[in-house]
């Protein structure tokens, strides 16, 4: 891809990054299209005639490093509980591991759903429910969940880290 067209599409990522999510639901919300990022995909591609499978290609990447950053930021703040003795070494281990394993879950799930449309209510009691369950393991394994991740954090899906309230 030549330098003009990366600019191009890093210019729109920042535009779309800045336009946020709300803009995507809105999108969503009035399209018939049960994949809001396929459908914006083509429209760049078209918009600034790139090809599809490049535009794709950056979002892709976009969303490795940040779930890379994620990642490394959660492993950290675990760290810093590990430090200032919230939790142990091997309590820590375990919390990413469950954390990884929330992601996997949650990455098939959305894969699976991608041809049809989210039943917000059910999202949401879902939601709870995992809520629930992750607090009881957590129970079981002795962490107290609310000393390592605050309130905000748990109601955003889990993906976020303790101490992550950006």
Known sequence: MNKLKTSVI???????GTVGLVGVSAHAA??????????????IAKKFNLKS??????????????????SAKLSENLQKKVDDGTITADQKTKLEAKFKELKTKH??????????????????????SERAELKAWATQNGIDLD?????PAMGMGMHRGPDDNQ
């Open 10 to 16: 890093a210019g729109v990522l920042t535009t779309v």
């Open 30 to 43: 009035t399209t018939t299209s049960t994949d809001p990022q396929s459908d914006l995909i083509s429209k």
């Open 53 to 70: 499978d490049e535009v794709k290609q950056v979002f892709d990447d976009a969303h490795k490093e940040r779930e890379a950053e994620r």
């Open 107 to 128: 990455e098939a799930e959305r894969e699976a759903n991608k041809s049809s449309k989210p039943d917000r209510a059910a999202m949401k009691q879902k939601m709870e």
């Open 147 to 151: 000393r390592v991740m605050p309130a």
